[in-house]
Nanobody
Framework: QLQLVESGGGFVQPGGSLRLSCTDSGFTRGYAAITIGWFRQAPGKERVGVSYISGSGGRTDYADAVKGRFTISRDNAKKTVYLQMNNLKPEDTGVYYC???????????????WGQGTQVTVSS
């Protein structure tokens, strides 16, 4: 069982950048075969997929709202996935979660194991 912990959230102005990290603090074998997704939930809205990356890092995808601005990557030796967020907009505000699954996609129900989330606030 994975134990995912997010970090790197905070308050930034529009146009600013943040890098989120998602680290598996458990004793997980086969981490390199696990798909990691990033999701976010704005106040009063449902949780939606932002990006995912396959175990090897060879496959990635992004929600249309973040394409060209966000980049997902991973370091399997550190059991960590990163989400570099550039040119942030107020609509990017929300709690960001990482989650682990065995398939590809941005559907939250496909990810059994979740972190606790980290708050991202984009405001002037």
């Amino acid at each position: 069982q994975l134990q995912l912990v997010e970090s790197g959230g905070g308050f930034v102005q529009p146009g600013g950048s943040l890098r989120l990290s998602c680290t598996d603090s458990g004793f997980t074998r086969g981490y390199a075969a696990i798909t990691i997704g990033w999701f976010r939930q704005a106040p009063g809205k449902e949780r939606v997929g932002v990006s995912y990356i396959s175990g090897s890092g060879g496959r990635t995808d992004y929600a249309d709202a973040v394409k060209g601005r966000f980049t997902i990557s991973r370091d399997n030796a550190k059991k960590t996935v990163y989400l570099q967020m550039n040119n942030l907009k107020p609509e990017d505000t929300g709690v960001y979660y990482c989650a682990a699954g065995s398939n590809y996609g941005l559907a939250p129900l496909d990810y059994p194991d979740w972190g606790q989330g980290t708050q991202v606030t984009v405001s002037s």
